[in-house]
């Protein structure tokens, strides 16, 4: 099982910017992603991104505004969030699983379609 650990939330006014990592315990991982949830909301995946081929998926609600990163040799995953929106106050997760094989590249932004997750860190964008 890896860990993740997850930093870099905050608060920001809209328009502002902020910059999440995840750090994994080891590099037995295929793909990351990093998903969110406001109160009363289901967990939404925001972007996803391969380990090997680097290759990403965004949800079109941050698509041109977000934008998902790795250091493989950190074994670490980044969000960097610009023009943040008072929609986007969430608490953001990154998650990981040891396969990247998927029926489509849809379901990369699926919860279901990973097994380990990190406790969060509190993004709150306010106008």
């Known amino acids: 099982q890896v860990q993740l650990v997850e930093s870099g939330g905050g608060s920001v006014q809209t328009g502002g910017s902020l910059r999440l990592s995840c750090a994994a315990s080891?590099?037995?991982?295929?793909?990351m992603g990093w998903f969110r949830q406001a109160p009363g909301k289901q967990r939404e995946g925001v972007a996803a991104i391969y380990r090997v081929s680097g290759r990403t998926v965004y949800a079109d609600s941050v698509k041109g505004r977000f934008t998902i990163s790795q250091d493989n040799v950190k074994n670490t995953m980044y969000l960097e969030m610009n023009d943040l929106k008072v929609e986007d106050t969430a608490m953001y997760y990154c998650?990981?699983?040891?396969?990247?094989?998927?029926?489509?590249?849809?379901?990369?932004?699926?919860?279901?379609?990973?097994?380990?997750w990190g406790q969060g860190t509190q993004v709150t964008v306010s106008t």
């Open positions: 998650a990981s699983v040891s396969t990247s094989a998927l029926s489509s590249s849809s379901r990369a932004l699926l919860p279901s379609e990973y097994t380990d």
């Open positions: 080891d590099s037995h991982y295929r793909r």
